[in-house]
């Protein structure tokens, strides 16, 4: 066993030597570079979330005001409905006023040319009762009737008066 030892002793010396010398070479040569990729991607990675934490905020921040935009929009839009309710209100009753004023209107006039038509329909009656009158007179007075005859002349005359009235209607 010393044998063996002693063999790979001197191997095992050299061995470690050699790795000791590699691992300080590397220490000094690869890792400043693997230190400063590291470095740089943690400041990447830094710099990347306080940008998405900003651009969060931001969008947090935007959101909050298109909702309170939303809603002044929302108020603005009620008070346009209101108001269009309130025009349609005001321009039904200026329609419904103006309606009634135009049927006042036909009613008084309707009521006038039926006061004018009974009026001329009196005038004519009077000329017509006027008309069988004299008519009745002369008859009387041509022939000098009898008090029968004379009732039979008037009644004639009356008769033909209501003929003229009912074809008058």
């Known amino acids: ?53 900003d651009a969060y905020a931001k969008a947090k921040q935007l959101r909050e005001e298109l909702d309170r935009l939303m809603k002044g929009a929302e108020a603005k839009i009620s008070e346009m409905i209101k108001e269009a309710t309130r025009d349609g209100e005001a321009i039904r009753a200026k329609a419904v006023e103006t309606a009634r004023d135009e049927i006042d209107a036909v009613r008084n006039r309707s009521l006038r040319e039926i006061e004018a038509a009974r009026h001329s329909a009196i005038v004519q009656l009077k000329q017509a009762v006027a008309e069988v009158a004299i008519q009745v007179a002369e008859k009387i007075v041509r022939e000098k009737l009898d008090a029968a005859k004379q009732e039979q002349v008037v009644g004639a005359a009356l008769d033909a008066y209501e003929s003229r009235l009912v074809k008058a209607n």
């Open 1 to 53: 066993m010393n044998e063996f030892l002693s063999s790979y002793l001197v191997s095992f010396i050299w061995s470690v030597s050699i790795f000791v010398v590699f691992i300080l070479i590397l220490l000094k040569l690869g890792v400043k570079h693997v230190l400063a990729a590291v470095d740089a991607r943690e400041a990447k990675i830094a710099r990347e979330l306080k940008e998405s934490e």
